[in-house]
């Protein structure tokens, strides 16, 4: 798969997307609208589409005719959740930025469509690096929901250390195992095997501090001693302290404090954006900074991951995913959905001068390299009156019906195979065929059964589901060879 920028609703996006990735999206991040009252918000005239307003009357009832700000965005976001947990890899994980104004709201549905065991955690990303001097009293910071499609399944990766990090590692004693750090090696609490007196090197006598005890019994103490893993000072006639090498360090765990020195600001991030298109004037109004995207791919990715942002805006996330495969050697793939008219000229084309490099003279930013497929949604598959859109190409639909019936994609067929051009897919139970023309009506007969080459195949299926306009078999025929008959929805005026 290639990486991918799809221009369209994302509601329709991703019900596109289903076909090829459900299950298989390994970490999704979005920065939908925050709702903060202004209703010239883009989403809020979709709450008038038919789809929406049926699932209103459907689900909602007659409680969706007079909807307030919050039930409009809640409207809007519930059906897109639905879909992003579909297309979740079962140990996949969702991101998402919110602030105050839905982040109460945002959560209950999340609860609801991914369970509440599924809930991870609430990060807070500090986005101000000073108060707001207007205000009495500021916000700091917004929200990162996070949740498991499976959260038994999810594994999070520890954070590399940073230079900062890395400069508290010493190596006073020209230990061979090379740099480390020193911590504490006495305990909360009073436990009676692992109170008992240590000697320093020095003769020094020392006991654990009242209402504390030593972290390990004298056994296992006196090993770590053996193998030099325990700290004396310089003296030899400090207080123990337990040594931790940088060499055998996996790296260090997050939590849900994001500071902004770690993952970048608001600030930090207009300023970006401002450079890499220092052609254009006021180009994105709440771009986020890539660093706080690459925090979220850091802990939850692998170098051949799949990330989704379909709300993506100037396209963050991709520039990250960008970045993180140029400094650990990945091959991570993004799919980025954008219904907006700049999908073009700012979500894609930032993603262009990131791949090619942007800026000038000593201070131009090399580029990252790769490449990636821009896409308009096309034609719905299916009209307003459920009926087949046609015009959308054989392939697309044969795509759809492949997906629907749930044909494993190493089961599926191309049209050039060698049992019919109307094959689907098999296995050694079933054979789907969709015997479809479009300028002509289909018959489910003798014929067209005899058209079949089954005579490659290893295995006779013994089950037959077929697709046509219409079947001229009986019942019992059709019962006894265990075909299946699905009619295709086309205009009944056609017959």
Sequence with gaps: MNNRIIHGDNLTVLKSLLPEFEGKVNCIYIDPPYNTGNEGWVYNDNVNDPRIKKW?????????????????WLCMMYPRLK?????????????????????????????????????????????????DARIQLGDAHEFILIYAKNKIRLTLNKLPFSDKQKSNYKNPDDDYRGLWTSSDFTAQGFRPNQVYTITTPSGKTISPPPDRCWKNIESVFLSLVDDNR???????????????FLSESEGISSWT?????????????????????????????????????????????????????????????????????AEDGGNRRFI???????????????????MEGYGEDNKKIQGLGGSFDFYELGEALFLQNDLLNESVGIERIRQYISYSEQIPFENQL?????????????????????????????????????????????QRPSQFVIYADKCILDDNFMQKHGITFKRIPRDIMRF
């Design 83 to 131: 879909l992003l947990h579909q297309l979740l890899a079962d140990d996949g994980v969702l991101f998402i930025s919110i602030d105050d104004n839905e982040q109460a709201n945002l959560k209950l549905i999340c609860d609801e469509i991914f369970g509440q065991s599924n809930f991870v955690a609430n990060a807070l990303w500090q986005k101000r690096t000073s108060p």
């Design 56 to 72: 209103l009357g459907e689900v909602v009832g007659k409680e969706g005719e007079d909807l307030s700000r919050h039930d409009k």
């Design 414 to 458: 191309p049209i050039e195979n060698d049992i019919s051009p109307v094959a689907l897919g098999v296995n050694q139970q079933t054979l789907w065929l969709f015997h479809y023309n479009h300028d002509a009506i289909t018959s489910l007969d003798l014929d067209f059964l005899g058209s079949l080459n089954l005579t490659n195949l290893k």
């Design 230 to 244: 325990i700290w004396f000072g310089k003296d030899g006639d400090g207080v123990p302290r337990r040594k931790t």
């Design 257 to 325: 404090w994001w500071s902004n020195d770690e993952v970048g600001h608001s600030q930090e991030a207009k300023q970006e954006i401002k450079y890499i298109f220092s052609d254009i004037d006021n180009v994105f109004d709440t771009p986020k900074p890539y660093r706080l995207i690459n925090r979220i791919l850091q802990i939850a990715t692998n170098k051949d991951s799949i990330i989704l942002d379909s709300f993506a805006g100037s396209g963050t996330t991709a520039h990250a995913v960008l970045k993180l495969n």
């Design 336 to 354: 980025l959905c954008e219904m907006m008219d700049y999908a073009e000229t700012i979500t894609a084309e930032r993603v262009r001068r990131v």
